[in-house]
């Protein structure tokens, strides 16, 4: 008997009460927070908070997210280049590979390059191993697939998944380093802190995965990123787009559909009504 569990992310009832959470008018190109270069100007309009099932992309935004661990976004976003080469585009089965010598390696690059912290390189190259493995036992239908496993994490109501617009209180990508085990980071940046299916997924990575650097703070910043949860906040221009996006990928995910599969689904779904 197969082992695999579906991933479920079954959809909110609709009610008659306008939701606290529903978008409002916005002024053109309005933002939730405040880029302070063009090319995170993009990271946000493009990346942050849209729906994210690639496993490449996601191995990406999973290793920037343990990689800014008690230090700024600003700081990481500047090394995101070097990052990118370090780990070989985030191609994770090569990843997967490196040995010792080559965190070794890593750990000899020149300043102002990539984060030289043993434990976070050391976390990378691990993380990467146990989605090679989650991707070999998905293939084999004895498992769920990374993407699967993260988007059956997706929260189920509104006040968890996303923000309403009393609890905005600042400029998510925070500029003041924190201690890595604390949650003032969160709470100085936008007022969110870890839910109960935060820490249930933390707890999965961590515990059932074995992935390295998944506390509930890290795992929460990730979930942002990748569009469990729709963080920008209901006058951001963005807001409708993702959620639109997110919608579509929890009904085809509440089909029983595979992650991998949403967009190929999305595309013979449109050609069935021509």
């Given at each position: 008997?197969?082992r ?22 916005s ?5 939730c927070?405040?880029p ?18 690639n496993?490449?992309?996601l ?5 920037l ?47 102002q ?32 697939s ?8 997706c ?10 617009a009393l609890s ?22 936008d ?43 209901n ?17 085809h995910?509440?089909?029983g ?17 021509e």
């Amino acid at each position: 008997m197969s082992r695999k569990r579906k991933a479920s992310c079954e959809l909110p009832r609709k009610r008659g009460k306008p939701s606290q959470y529903a978008p409002v008018p916005s002024a053109t190109n309005k933002r939730c927070w405040s880029p302070e270069s063009t090319s995170m100007e993009q990271y946000h309009d493009d990346t942050w908070g849209r729906p994210e099932i690639n496993t490449s992309r996601l191995f990406e935004s999973q290793t920037l997210q343990l990689m800014q661990c008690g230090l700024t976004w600003k700081l990481v976003w500047s090394r995101r280049e070097h990052l990118k080469k370090a780990f070989r585009s985030y191609k994770y089965t090569e990843v997967a590979k490196f040995t010792k010598n080559d965190v070794d390696k890593l750990m000899q690059w020149p300043d102002q390059t990539i984060i030289r912290h043993r434990g976070k390189l050391e976390a990378v190259v691990n993380n990467a191993k146990q989605i090679v493995k989650m991707e070999s036992a998905a293939a084999l239908d004895r498992g769920l697939s990374f993407a699967d496993l993260l988007w059956s994490f997706c929260p189920k109501n509104d006040k968890e998944r996303l923000k309403s617009a009393l609890s905005i209180t600042g400029n998510h990508m925070r500029s003041k380093t924190v201690s890595s085990g604390s949650y003032a980071s969160r709470e100085v940046s936008d007022g969110v802190h870890p839910t109960m299916t935060v820490c249930r997924l933390s707890h999965e990575l961590k515990v059932k995965y074995r992935f390295k650097f998944m506390g509930p703070t890290v795992v929460l910043s990730f979930m942002q990123a990748i569009g469990l949860m729709n963080h920008h906040s209901n006058d951001c221009f963005v807001f409708q787009r993702n959620e639109e996006e997110i919608t579509a990928l929890r009904k085809h995910l509440s089909l029983g559909r595979s992650a991998k599969d949403w967009k190929s689904q999305e595309i013979k779904d449109d050609l069935g009504k021509e």
